[in-house]
């Protein structure tokens, strides 16, 4: 696609891991005054670094931050978008910067996702997935898709998403992959959980956890009397040849895959609840199923009732050469970053808010392949961590 777009899951597969290389936590913290509580954020860099802040009313406020720290506010536009509904911006060498929203027939709890220079997928009030151009609707697929689904797709274009198996349901336990291409919408495959089983969250993500060349699909399924656990959908780019768990536990979400141990193997960091607090965990696929390595307690996994699962992050921020898992601890007013190590996992470093984290993380990759990080506190301020010049 010629234009660049920015989510706040950071890319379009939904693992919220990043390139380049940081200098936390040696870092210039910047505080931006903001009109009102942030929901959500997406950086980009140009010879500025700039986020697109959506605060709880719908309103849009733009916030510019230069690379020695000063800070301004570049666009107040309220009403922006529905209360609450995430937003995705493009970057584009013809037309500028733009936040893509879009009309009243698109669930206002998710947003469409451009699958080429034209066309753009979405998911409709009636949860049927729309194909449509800039002239209108070309192709709509009848999916019952989860009214806060979100829209992962990997390199080869195809799109992955959650659904209600049957009338009624409230919880998605079906997992759609499909292709939109030359002005259809084609299922490659589904898979329908069993009995009380759903899927947590609302997106899978695509990453290639076996070192086959394809990127599979990392779930969690929940619900049953198993308990929450990873699962990993194995995907040889079109179909589904296997799948595998990790061990079951209390409630669990899946944050990111990187090369998280010294030896470059991919790892999934998840995010798991139990009776005494949050703890990180790092499963790797091995011997038909995700073994879990290491975990570090300390971390919060998702509270419940809240639809905002991009409060984490992936990447070597520190600049060591091996990425950290980035999540909040249990004050949800620290970021802590988690590295891996050879006796299991330990805390690299931490950041403070000075209030309640209540945006997603939104990072940046900078112009020279640093890294910057932002997210919004209930006090209605976007903290900004920039390099120091």
């Known amino acids: 696609m010629l234009d660049r777009y920015f989510y706040t899951f950071h890319n379009p597969a939904g693992n919220r891991a990043l390139r380049g290389s940081g200098r936390f936590p040696d870092v210039l913290t910047v ?52 209360g609450g509904q995430p937003p995705l911006v493009g970057v584009s060498m013809v037309e500028g910067t733009y936040v893509m929203r879009s009309d009243d027939s698109v669930s206002p709890q998710s947003h469409p996702i451009p699958v080429n220079d034209f ?60 292709q939109a291409r030359d002005s259809a919408i084609r299922l490659l495959s589904r898979r329908d959980l069993p009995g009380a089983d759903v899927y947590a969250g609302n997106a899978p993500f695509w990453a290639d956890i076996d070192g086959d060349g394809n990127e599979d699909l990392v779930t969690t399924v929940t619900g049953g009397a198993l308990g929450a656990r990873l699962r990993a959908y194995l995907w040889d780019g079109g179909a589904i040849r296997q799948e595998v768990d990790g061990p079951a536990g209390q409630r669990r979400q899946q944050l990111a895959a990187a090369a998280f141990a010294a030896d470059g193997a991919v790892e999934v960091a998840a995010l798991s609840a139990a009776a005494g607090g949050g703890q990180m965990e790092f499963f790797r696929y091995q011997a038909g199923g995700l073994r879990r390595l290491a975990a570090l307690p300390g971390l919060t996994a998702q509270a419940r009732g809240d639809c905002n699962f991009d409060r984490a992050a992936a990447g070597d921020f520190d600049g060591d050469g091996m990425p950290e898992a980035l999540a909040m601890d249990d004050t949800r007013q620290r970021i802590v970053a988690v590295r891996r190590c050879p006796t299991g996992a330990e805390v690299a470093w931490r950041l403070n808010a000075e209030a309640e984290i209540v945006s997603n993380f939104a990072p940046v990759e900078l112009l020279d392949s640093g890294l910057g990080l932002a997210v919004g506190t209930a006090d209605a301020r976007l903290r900004v961590w920039l390099p120091r010049l």
């Open 31 to 82: 505080d931006v005054p903001l009109r009102g509580v942030p929901a959500w954020a997406v950086g980009y860099a140009m010879e500025t670094a700039v986020w697109h802040v959506v605060l709880r009313d719908g309103a849009l406020q733009v916030i510019e931050v230069a690379p020695d720290g000063e800070a301004r506010s570049l666009a107040y536009a309220p009403g922006w978008f529905a």
């Open 119 to 178: 066309e753009v997928l979405y998911i409709n009030r009636a949860g049927d997935l729309v194909l449509s151009r800039e002239e209108g609707i070309v192709a709509q697929l009848p999916a019952a898709a989860a009214p806060a689904a979100r829209l992962v797709m990997n390199r080869a274009g195809q799109v992955a998403l959650y659904a209600r198996s049957g009338l009624g349901e409230r919880q998605a336990s079906a997992l759609l992959i499909l």
